[in-house]
Nanobody
């Protein structure tokens, strides 16, 4: 069973940066696409970015493209998202998840992911 633990959240001013980490335990991590999602109060969980098992293919939500960068270190079983030029609209709890086996790469649907972490809060405010 894969367990995911997010870290790196916090309070940052608009225009600032944060890097979130998602550490995985379990041997299946290396063969799955990994993704970040976020959920703001009163809103549905939404896709942020995903990265293929090799790291070759990445996908981003239009709202974060050009500002966020997803990466992974398979040796460390860790996925990262570097978030730059943060905006108040980026405020949310950020979750990482592992894509279910057999799902087409690039899916933005929460249903296609499993092993959700507990989340880490990101607050962008002056």
């Amino acid at each position: 069973q894969v367990q995911l633990v997010e870290s790196g959240g916090g309070l940052v001013q608009p225009g600032g940066s944060l890097r979130l980490s998602c550490a995985a335990s379990g041997r299946t991590f290396i063969s799955n696409t990994m993704a970040w999602f976020r959920q703001a109060p009163g809103k549905e969980r939404e896709f942020v970015a995903s990265i293929s098992w090799s790291g070759t293919n990445t996908y981003y939500a239009s709202s974060v493209k050009g500002r966020f960068t997803i990466s992974r270190d398979s040796a460390k079983k860790t996925v990262y998202v570097q978030m730059n030029d943060l905006k108040p609209g980026d405020t949310a709890v950020y979750y990482c998840a592992r894509q279910k086996t057999g799902v087409i790469s690039g899916s933005e649907l929460p249903f296609d992911y499993t092993n959700w972490g507990q989340g880490t809060q990101v607050t962008v405010s002056s």
